[in-house]
């Protein structure tokens, strides 16, 4: 006989907590891995993740809980409708994991240690080939579990990937988005190229006042320091736990306003983690649905509130305080956060040339994983296309395919929710607008709390209740995903030759029509 329906789903729940404390301990032994792990450490650390992937892998993949799922599949409406669509979510996970071989996620996390290993030697000696071998064996793991997920999926090997980062959108709906972009976007690079003034070198900022800064960044954008912190990586970036957000920067004098868009970019994260509902901790419907989702709120931040003339005017105010000597004007600032230039590293392209970035990603690991391109060929596949693109072509393997870590990795699928999410977060930021007319008002007066609190009301609280990208735009914008709106950001902060606004040291400023995106 089995148990009732409630005591079943009790059960999976609690199954469900336990796989999330695994996941928790995961994200804190990578956290630490790129942070403070001795360098000698890397084969026992990979060797340590990936038994404890086995047993996060196991916990949901035992008799019982198949089971559970059988009993509470055959009368799901006995539970409340938030509990289905968690159950559904759970099922979902359920799935994707019994869909793999036993072995396989353990051999993807072994193999990952061994492949970024031989990436970081490639990197440096400029030499793809050094790294060749270890990643067609990481591209061979990778087409396995890619298409063992596309059988319960019915997609293409591809979107089956990308589905682990973007939330219910085809292979055909993100090149149909992809597509329209790509016809669109060289007009508007050569107009923000054409746009550009001529900006003032930025003094030398004292490393201990970026880091003070940015300290008030992160309080101003209404970061919880009691359950998160912030500390220093070669690549910024959030990661961490339940309760305990790791945000990580780095500080550079020679580039300092690099170091505080970091630091808004990965607060944006930080802060979609701890808006998540409470009521569903450590369950499938208390997690950001994708990293698409993700992004967008990263990029909410850094692109429309950070590089905006409101945040130049509150910046300089915060460094006439910390550094009274230095000379340092708002539309200095401004000038230096929207400059456009063509770049080979997209870590350093700005927001008007960084999609093509990504479209070039997105050909390449489509092709990869779908069978049409080896890994042999990328190299070549990558100047092609870079030339294609952005009319420029790497001097190097390192300016090129050895920049990013991602394929290495493991992270394959992975580059569509970068521009996907920064289309998404022109969108919300519209509507927002909307919502809030004096909104960039207020960031000029370092006050973010009613803008966070229509982030936490229309996209942290709903956590994975919505099925797809689409829907959660359609929800808060009234609209499935569109280009329409990045594309009239891009312009009016961009593309028109009056792109600066005179701002005062009280953060006041006279914003012609063409700043008001």
């Avoid at 990293?291 to 005017?313: G, R, W």
């Avoid at 977060?425 to 966070?452: C, L, N, S, T, W």
């Avoid at 995903?481 to 701002?503: F, G, M, V, W």
Wanted: charged share 25%; hydrophobic share 40%; with cysteine.
């Amino acid at each position: 006989m089995t148990q009732s329906i409630q005591a079943q789903y009790a059960y999976l729940k609690e199954k469900f907590q336990t796989y999330y404390h695994f996941q928790d301990a995961l994200n804190l032994l990578e956290w630490d891995f790129e942070t403070t792990m001795p360098t000698g450490a890397g084969d026992s650390r990979g060797a340590v993740m990936a038994t404890l992937t086995q047993s996060m892998q196991d916990v949901l993949t035992v008799a019982e809980v198949k089971q559970a799922f059988d009993d509470v599949g055959q009368d799901v409406q006995q539970l409340s409708a938030e509990d289905q669509k968690n159950f559904a979510l759970m099922r979902k996970e359920h799935q994707k994991l019994t869909a793999l071989p036993s072995t396989l996620n353990s051999e993807i996390m072994a193999q990952t240690t061994k492949t970024l290993k031989a990436w970081h030697k490639a990197r440096e000696a400029k030499d793809f080939s050094l790294v060749q071998k270890e990643l067609e064996t990481t591209v061979h793991l990778q087409r396995q579990k890619a298409q063992a997920l596309a059988k319960i999926t019915g997609t293409t090997p591809y979107e089956a990937l990308m589905g682990e980062y973007v939330m219910g959108l085809s292979e055909d709906r993100v090149q149909d988005v992809f597509d329209a972009l790509s016809v669109q976007l060289p007009t508007y690079i050569q107009k923000a190229e054409a746009a550009q003034q001529p900006v003032a070198s930025l003094p030398t900022i004292p490393l201990e006042a970026q880091k003070v800064i940015s300290k008030k960044l992160m309080e101003m954008l209404n970061f919880d320091m009691e359950k998160g912190r912030l500390d220093e990586a070669v690549h910024p970036f959030c990661g961490g736990a339940t309760d305990d957000v790791r945000l990580t920067t780095n500080y550079k004098l020679g580039t300092p306003l690099d170091g505080f868009l970091a630091v808004g970019h990965e607060t944006g994260h930080g802060l979609y983690e701890q808006g998540l509902p409470e009521k569903y901790k450590f369950q499938p419907l208390g997690k950001a649905p994708c990293l698409a989702v993700h992004e967008s709120q990263s990029l909410f931040v850094e692109n429309k509130i950070l590089k905006s003339p409101e945040f130049a005017s509150w910046l300089q105010g915060e460094l006439a305080q910390e550094c009274p000597s230095l000379q340092i004007s708002a539309e200095d600032i401004l000038g230096h956060l929207t400059k456009v230039s063509r770049s080979f590293i997209r870590i350093e392209a700005d927001e008007v040339t960084y999609p093509a970035h990504v479209l070039l990603r997105f050909e390449i690991e489509r092709d990869v994983i779908n069978g049409d391109l080896e890994v042999a060929d990328i190299p070549q596949r990558w100047s092609d296309l870079m030339q294609k693109k952005l009319g420029i072509t790497p001097p190097s393997d390192k300016e090129g395919v050895l920049q990013d870590i991602h394929w290495y990795g493991g992270g394959w699928g992975y580059f569509p929710s970068y521009t996907l999410g920064a289309l998404a977060a022109a969108q919300f930021a519209e509507a927002a607008e909307k919502a809030m007319p004096d909104m960039m008002q207020k960031v000029a007066a370092g006050d973010f709390k009613e803008i966070r609190q229509w982030l936490k009301k229309n996209i942290h609280e709903k956590g994975a209740t919505f099925d797809s990208l689409d829907d959660l735009l359609t929800q808060a914008t009234g609209k499935p995903l569109e280009i329409t709106p990045y594309l009239s950001h891009i312009d009016s902060r961009y593309c028109q030759k009056s792109n600066t606004a005179k701002l005062d040291l009280k953060g006041k400023r006279s914003l012609p029509p063409t700043l008001r995106p």
